[in-house]
């Protein structure tokens, strides 16, 4: 419990602070190993959290833009760029696919939760844990699943 509190005490002080001015954020760090990597764009409005061992991979000439009010849990994965997979198993190479994110206002992300590039979640949505985010999650869903698909809408 003693070590814990120190590896997060050392990752505030020294990471988020790294974090914050590099990439310009006004955004809530809680616990250690929160990772971002790149030199994208990261735009995150009031309010918003990040939890332990959670990466953000921020491809060049890509944005994550992060609503107000957004809780992100613990092991999140969000990636600006990846490979063409169709590409890859029909021709034999890897081709990137680079994509803006979009995350909503009011939205809870779950844990272990992969999102991938070129997704926009919308406003006042609840994403399972462990979901992968293929495409785009309309406003006022609750999504799960692999890959992720709307369960419920509510008002």
Request: hydrophobic share 35%; aromatic share 14%; net charge positive.
């Amino acid at each position: 419990m003693l070590i814990n509190k120190a590896l997060n005490f050392l990752y505030k002080i020294f990471d988020y602070k790294f974090y914050k001015k590099k990439y310009n954020l006004d955004i809530k760090f809680n616990g250690y190993g929160i990772r971002f990597v790149g030199n994208g764009r990261f735009i995150c409005q009031a309010n918003s959290y990040i939890s332990y061992n959670s990466f953000v991979n921020l491809a060049e000439n890509t944005t994550l833009k992060i609503g107000e009010n957004v809780s992100i849990s613990n092991f999140v994965r969000i990636y600006t760029s990846g490979f063409n997979t169709e590409v890859l198993i029909r021709n034999g190479y890897k081709e990137a696919k680079d994509g803006d994110v979009t995350i909503g206002n009011n939205v809870l992300i779950g844990s272990g939760c992969f999102i991938c590039p070129n997704v926009t979640i919308g406003d006042n949505v609840v994403i399972g844990a462990n979901s992968v985010v293929v495409c785009d999650l309309p406003d006022n869903s609750v999504c799960a699943g692999s890959p992720a698909k709307v369960i419920k809408y509510y008002n």
